[in-house]
C-alpha cells in the first residue's frame, strides 16, 4: 500500500510547551492506525496540525502526494480528511439528518438529491437513520459518538480522523461502536484514531504509534508495542519489572 499521508520533522509548540516534536510517520492508504499515549502527550493537537486547524512551526504534512502545510482545513476538508471531535458537537437545534447534509454539502460539495442521498447512507452505516428526524440535543451519548462520526463521513473523506469515540461509553456501547468503526474500514476508509479505550483501539487498528510530551516514543504491530517496556512505564504507568 501507498503512503497517504506522510508527517515530516512536524514541530510545535506553545512557549514551553511542545506538543510535537519533529514528529514523522507514515500511513497507508486503506490502514487503520491508532494513537496512544497520556493526557496531554499531544495526540489531539497532532490532529489539529492533519487536519489544518493548527499550523507548525516546522515540518511537513503530504496527503496524496501532495504538500497540504499551508493548506486550509477547509481545503483539507475537501481534499479528504475529515475528523471527529473528542466532545460531540453537533448542531444542537438541528436534525440527526440535517447534520449530516451539512457535511454532505460543505464536505463533500454534493447538493440536491445526491447530497440527501449520501446523507441518509451515512446515517445508515453509522447506525442512525431510525433518528434520522431527531433533534441531535435530545441524543444519547452514544448516538452523539455516533453523529460525530457522521457527520466526519458525510464529508466523503479519505482518512477519517477519530478522536476518543469510544469515551463515557458503557461496554456494550463501546462494543457496537466498534463494530460500526470495524464496517467503515472494511468500505475501505483510511482510519487515524486516538483513543484512551486501549481495548476498542487494538479491536481495529493495525498498528499503533505511542507518543508523550509530543514526541514519538514507539510505533509497530500493536501486541508488541503494548509489551514494550518503555510504554509500559510512560502510558501505562507500571514498572515492568514489578
Not at 201 to 226: H, N, T, W
Request: proline share 3%; charged share 25%.
Amino acid at each position: 500500500m501507498s503512503a497517504l499521508l506522510s508527517i515530516n520533522g512536524l514541530s510545535k509548540s506553545f512557549g514551553a510547551v511542545v506538543v510535537a516534536d519533529e514528529t514523522s510517520f507514515e500511513v497507508r492508504a486503506g490502514e487503520a492506525v491508532g494513537i496512544l499515549g497520556p493526557n496531554g502527550a499531544g495526540k489531539t493537537s497532532l490532529f489539529n496540525l492533519i487536519a489544518g486547524t493548527l499550523r507548525p512551526d516546522a515540518g511537513r504534512i503530504e496527503f496524496a502526494d501532495s504538500d497540504i502545510t499551508e493548506t486550509s482545513a477547509a481545503r483539507r476538508c475537501k481534499l479528504g480528511i475529515a475528523r471527529s471531535f473528542q466532545v460531540p458537537q453537533p448542531f444542537g437545534g438541528m436534525t440527526v439528518f440535517e447534520n449530516a447534509l451539512v457535511g454532505a454539502t460543505q464536505g463533500a460539495d454534493l447538493s440536491g438529491r445526491e447530497a440527501e442521498s449520501h446523507a441518509l447512507t451515512v446515517l445508515q452505516e453509522t447506525g442512525l437513520l431510525p433518528k434520522a428526524n431527531v433533534r441531535a440535543e435530545t441524543l444519547t451519548l452514544l448516538e452523539r459518538k455516533r453523529l460525530e462520526m457522521a457527520r466526519a463521513l458525510s464529508a466523503k473523506p479519505t482518512l477519517l480522523l477519530l478522536d476518543e469515540i469510544a469515551g463515557g461509553l458503557t461496554d456494550a456501547e463501546c462494543g457496537a461502536l466498534i463494530e460500526s468503526i470495524k464496517r467503515i474500514h472494511a468500505g475501505g476508509t483510511t482510519i487515524i484514531w486516538i483513543e484512551h479505550v486501549v481495548h476498542a483501539l487494538l479491536a481495529v487498528v493495525q498498528r499503533v504509534i505511542v507518543v508523550d510530551f509530543g514526541r514519538k516514543i514507539a510505533e509497530g504491530e500493536p501486541g508488541r508495542i503494548m509489551e514494550s517496556r518503555e510504554v509500559k512505564e510512560i502510558y501505562l504507568g507500571v514498572d515492568p519489572d514489578a
